[in-house]
């Protein structure tokens, strides 16, 4: 027997313990931890794994809201988590490709310590604006900034965050002066700016699009490689003349680090199959303006490889800092 016969006979010996492991996953309830309140973006996802998930796997899925402290606490908790699957992390890029360029001291190292499972979705951001800036472009918002320094104000949700890194980009590169007001949330900021406490603020298409539609909000720009077809008339941050600006802003689906390979495919594949369902894309996906993935583990390693390097040229362009 030659030894590349004999090395293809013992291929099935050699997998089989993590083809066992895979298929015992899961012998128990999983939960899906969410580093963040109840009722936003990434706890509607979580939840709506949660719901059919368990018809696949025979075992009840339950979402954990663990939210503060810029989600470290969090990730910190899966990270320590057994690593069989058994415990997830649903988040978003902040926790991920943001916060290893701002805090120096994380209990854990999100790149480290954490398994990518599956990019579930890219959450295409919009720059918009209360109806009563005269602006309806990003250079028409050069312009009226240049005339008014400081009297234009944009809403984030803190230091660091999405809206944070965008509206300070956009000031290094346009050399504008813009009032940046912090709030408690995406939901606090977005109602500032429907009210007209600030200008400007950052939101979601699937969360801005009723408001556009009705007038409250105007859409400048949106952070896509090409123009969103349920909104052909807002043009891109690059068509816009400000391709660095975009802080790409995706949900992605997370184990220890230390979990079984053959544990994470089974997962990725399990999230995959319910993400394929139409009903499931038109509810929570494509019907929310969002891009749906649920790529392989490897291929979203190297997606957040990539994110990380572009996180930090943003960071670096806005000088953005947290207290």
Known sequence: MTLLRRDLLALPLLAAPAIARAQAFPSRPVRIVVPYPAGGGVDVMARALADRLPALWGQPVTVDNRGGGATIPGVDHVARSPADGHVLLLTSDASITSNPHFYRDMPSDPIRDLAPVTLLTDVHQMIVAHPSLAATSLALLVEAARAAPGRISYGSYGPGSQPHLAFEGLKAEARI???????RGLAPALQAAIAGEVQLTLAGAGIAGPHLSAGRLRALAIGRDERLASLPDVPTLREAGFPDIDPRTWFG???PSATPPAVIRAIQQAVARV???PEFDQRFVGGRGMTGYANSPEAFAEFIRQDLEAKG????ISGARVE
């Open 177 to 183: 002066d813009l009032l940046h007001v912090p709030y």
């Open 253 to 255: 689906l997370f184990a």
């Open 275 to 277: 993400m394929a369902d």
């Open 313 to 316: 040229r943003l960071i670096r």
